[in-house]
């Protein structure tokens, strides 16, 4: 398996700033994974960040609201810019692990935005 | 993308119950997973399982591929299985994960 951090783990935000989430791996691994889960609802996949490349945005998400860095093959990071209360969400980073083909994820972000 | 349908949406039962969770996917699959995400938010792999059966204690799962549904067993329910259980799954091209809606399950004493 994978040893996944994020920090920070918990904040509260002010409507218009901008919150930047690591996601910190224990291994080397070529694809991370950038999910939101809104209160009460499923899991919604981003991002898909790869090394060395720009990251990849699933349709409603785009790169000015939600910047994505991938400087090395264990690290991310995902900043959510001029935050409103909608995006009150918890943040996931994700990876899958090729010799396993299984994906593990990080503790979260719980972001509240005032 | 694939379709993810979890059922039932809610459960609850009394401690010591067993419960039989389904998800239904609508495409053929690479991977399928399912987590139990607890009530700090955190997502627990309990099982990887595109196909076949698999068991780890009181927790069992089974996912018949050409059919295209997993089920997820839990015998003797305790009050620490309480939360969300999420059914995920990947297609052959493996850059998406889709999750199903998950189901709350509630187990009281």
Known sequence: ?114 | GIQVEQSPPDLILQEGANSTLRCNFSDSVNNLQWFHQNPWGQLINLFYIPSGTKQNGRLSATTVATERYSLLYISSSQTTDSGVYFCAVGGYNFNKFYFGSGTKLNVKP
């Open chain 1, 1 to 114: 398996s994978a040893v996944i951090s994020q920090k920070p783990s918990r904040d509260i935000c002010q409507r218009g700033t901008s919150l930047t989430i690591q996601c910190q791996v224990d291994s080397q691994v070529t694809m991370m994974f950038w999910y939101r889960q809104q209160p009460g609802q499923s899991l919604t996949l981003i991002a898909t960040a790869n090394q060395g490349s720009e990251a990849t945005y699933e349709s409603g998400f785009v790169i000015d609201k939600f910047p994505i860095s991938r400087p090395n093959l264990t690290f991310s990071t995902l900043t959510v810019s001029n935050m409103s209360p909608e995006d009150s969400s918890i943040y996931l980073c994700s990876v899958d692990l090729a010799a396993y083909n299984e994906q593990f994820f990080g503790p979260g972000t719980r972001l509240t935005v005032l």
